[in-house]
Nanobody, 126 residues
Framework: VQLQASGGGMVQAGGSLRLSCTTS????????MGWFRQAPGKEREFVAG??????????FYGDSVKGRLTISRVNDANAVNLQINSLKPEDTAVYYC??????????????????WGQGTLVTVSS
């Protein structure tokens, strides 16, 4: 199973982007899917995650982005979108999609994810 992240690009401050994460090939349902970002010289940071419990998905957001991001699963499949609004220059980073077949506790810990996408660059100009 491979993850593919897309949707990055260059945008002006205040703009919006939607990142997408898809999987290649049929596979069992991924219980946890998340987005992390890494800016130059900084550690990888959790931005958003979605974790399945029963037939429901629960959303989680990093403190630095809360209120500006929305993560959503696409058609109950192994794919998620990340809508980012009111972009700021400090949002500039490579955004990575991550996933796991198990439920990640905590969802914000990178080591709880065994599958990673290649990353997509988001650049926000002031």
């Amino acid at each position: 199973v491979q993850l593919q992240a897309s949707g990055g690009g260059m945008v002006q401050a205040g703009g919006s982007l939607r990142l997408s994460c898809t999987t290649s090939g049929p596979t069992a349902q991924l219980q946890s899917m998340g987005w992390f970002r890494q800016a130059p010289g900084k550690e990888r940071e959790f931005v958003a995650g979605i974790r399945r419990s029963g037939s429901s998905d629960y959303e989680f957001y990093g403190d630095s982005v809360k209120g500006r991001l929305t993560i959503s699963r696409v058609n109950d499949a192994n794919a998620v979108n990340l809508q980012i609004n009111s972009l700021k220059p400090e949002d500039t980073a490579v955004y990575y999609c991550a996933a796991d077949f198990d439920r990640a506790f905590p969802i914000s810990l990178p080591s709880n994810y065994r599958l990673w996408g290649q990353g997509t660059l988001v650049t926000v100009s002031s």
